[in-house]
């Protein structure tokens, strides 16, 4: 049974998260670029979880240790991201369904909650990353403290529930409005920075990571950069649009987002870079190894000048306030498809803001306002830990011609879809063989992979059951 041969008491809007955004910006007659206008949001609103504080942790740690040589890292996670955004919109088109709930529609119940658990595990790692970057955005513009900034961040959901009653479309038009703010302040420092683009080239194309600490960041960038909630909430953005649900329709939508998705994530790519770069051309150079956020702000005043550290430190604040945004609706995405629970958006903000809180408050207090930047970038190995787990689900959905129909993702995209699975799945165990040992990984492998021929024996029986 495909999703379009669903009842109608479960069928998209209905069943599905975010239901109240179902179809609800209407494209009209327009044609063409103004067309694609309309299209245009959902991959801007998921793009910014590509450019949060975490990845600004990671970024900033491997351009002022390593200079411009983790920038492939950079480079291969955006491609990475590209192509699992793009399949993510080609899924939320055609089965009408996001990748939560089509977890829980055909998978069995033990597997659907394993994958919950796990993505819960990502948008806390990743709401801690956006409490302390907020935090220290707030003190360095206004001098409040580190800890009074970590609990002003949890009233931005008074912000986020403001937004949200203006409409979806407003919602998008204020995330775009603070990418651009972003973009604009790194692409102003990396100016005034004066990189050595012969280094930036090779660092492009030159695939090395020197050392285990590099390695570290590099499964942190990768981990900052392809964010597993992500593919959750990218799967029912799409569906917010009111196209056609016919063959045409539908076709015509998969086109239209994904030439935004590689427009929205190739904005992420320059940012992300734009940090390495930065770090690289003022910290590395300098023999600077920026251990904090906030030290990256105190040391480009002498270096730049007071403005550019103002604007990295706006630019900062407005990456940590959208992703805020991105944060909240991902975690009611995931509560409401993978346990069809439907809980007032401001509930589940509240609690998960608190659960990054608690983590960010004790450590803020007990090591004062050192090692944050550590903190940022042990949530987003955690991230990258996450990711296969969201990964290959998304792959054998879209590689479905049960499910998807003619819109199936073509073998190519499959294959490639596989391809960055399998490369993270490598980076991962080479991290965790390097901080645990063989033993260890080997006892978390045989688990995984009982996991993983359970659900294979099992991955049917929701399907039969709807």
């Given at each position: 049974m495909s999703l379009q041969e669903l009842p109608p008491e479960i069928h998209p809007a209905s069943d599905n998260s975010l239901s109240d955004i179902y179809s609800s910006v209407k494209l009209g007659d327009r044609r063409g670029w103004r067309r694609a206008l309309v299209f245009a949001g959902p991959a801007?609103?998921?793009?910014?979880?590509?450019?949060?504080?975490?990845?600004?942790?990671?970024?900033?740690?491997?351009?002022?240790?390593?200079?411009?040589?983790?920038?492939?890292?950079?480079?291969?996670?955006?491609?990475?991201?590209?192509?699992?955004?793009?399949?993510?919109?080609?899924?939320?088109?055609?089965?009408?369904?996001?990748?939560?709930?089509?977890?829980?529609?055909?998978?069995?119940?033990?597997?659907?909650?394993?994958?919950?658990?796990?993505?819960?595990?990502?948008?806390?790692?990743?709401?801690?990353?956006?409490?302390?970057?907020?935090?220290?955005?707030?003190?360095?513009?206004?001098?409040?403290?580190?800890?009074?900034?970590?609990?002003?961040?949890?009233?931005?959901?008074?912000?986020?529930?403001?937004?949200?009653?203006?409409?979806?479309?407003?919602?998008?038009?204020?995330?775009?409005?603070?990418?651009?703010?972003?973009?604009?302040?790194?692409?102003?420092?990396?100016?005034?920075?004066?990189?050595?683009?012969?280094?930036?080239?090779?660092?492009?194309?030159?695939?090395?990571?020197?050392?285990?600490?590099?390695?570290?960041?590099?499964?942190?960038?990768?981990?900052?950069?392809?964010?597993?909630?992500?593919?959750?909430?990218?799967?029912?953005?799409?569906?917010?649009?009111?196209?056609?649900?016919?063959?045409?329709?539908?076709?015509?939508?998969?086109?239209?987002?994904?030439?935004?998705?590689?427009?929205?994530?190739?904005?992420?790519?320059?940012?992300?870079?734009?940090?390495?770069?930065?770090?690289?051309?003022?910290?590395?150079?300098?023999?600077?190894r920026v251990e904090e956020l906030a030290d990256a702000h105190k040391f480009l005043t002498p270096l730049l000048g007071s403005l550019a550290a103002t604007l990295f430190a706006v630019a900062l604040l407005c990456a940590g306030q959208s992703s805020t945004i991105t944060a909240t609706l991902a975690g009611q995405i995931v509560m409401e498809g993978f346990l069809r629970i439907k809980v007032a958006p401001w509930i589940r903000r509240l609690v998960t803001r608190g659960l990054a809180i608690v983590p960010a408050l004790i450590m803020v207090t007990t090591a004062g306002e050192h090692h944050t930047t550590d903190l940022l970038i042990d949530t987003q190995v955690i991230l990258a830990m996450q990711l296969p787990f969201a990964v290959f689900p998304l792959i054998a959905f879209t590689a479905n011609r049960k499910l998807m129909g003619n819109l199936a993702a073509p073998l190519a995209l499959t294959g490639l879809g596989i391809l960055v699975g399998l490369l993270i799945t490598a980076l991962n165990?080479?991290?965790?063989?390097?901080?645990?040992?063989?033993?260890?990984?080997?006892?978390?492998?045989?688990?995984?992979?009982?996991?993983g021929v359970y659900w294979w024996l099992h991955r049917h029986e929701a399907v039969a059951e709807v």
């Open positions: 801007f609103l998921v793009s910014v979880g590509y450019m949060d504080p975490g990845n600004w942790a990671t970024d900033l740690a491997g351009g002022s240790q390593f200079g411009y040589a983790l920038l492939w890292v950079v480079l291969a996670s955006s491609v990475m991201a590209i192509i699992l955004q793009t399949l993510c919109a080609r899924m939320g088109v055609a089965m009408d369904c996001d990748l939560a709930t089509a977890c829980r529609r055909y998978y069995p119940a033990p597997v659907t909650w394993v994958l919950w658990v796990l993505c819960e595990i990502a948008i806390v790692s990743c709401d801690i990353a956006e409490v302390i970057g907020s935090a220290i955005a707030l003190q360095l513009l206004f001098a409040i403290p580190l800890t009074l900034g970590v609990l002003i961040t949890g009233l931005d959901v008074l912000v986020l529930l403001g937004l949200t009653h203006l409409g979806f479309r407003k919602l998008e038009a204020m995330v775009v409005a603070l990418i651009s703010t972003i973009v604009v302040c790194f692409g102003i420092n990396v100016f005034w920075s004066k990189p050595d683009w012969s280094q930036v080239g090779s660092g492009l194309t030159h695939v090395q990571i020197p050392g285990q600490e590099a390695l570290v960041i590099a499964v942190g960038i990768l981990g900052a950069t392809v964010m597993p909630h992500n593919l959750y909430l990218h799967t029912s953005l799409v569906q917010s649009r009111q196209y056609k649900r016919t063959p045409e329709g539908r076709k015509e939508a998969i086109k239209l987002g994904s030439w935004e998705t590689w427009v929205a994530l190739g904005a992420a790519f320059f940012v992300n870079a734009a940090i390495l770069v930065l770090a690289a051309a003022t910290f590395h150079a300098g023999g600077i165990l080479q991290y965790l063989v390097g901080q645990f040992g063989w033993l260890k990984v080997s006892i978390g492998l045989a688990v995984t992979a009982g996991f």
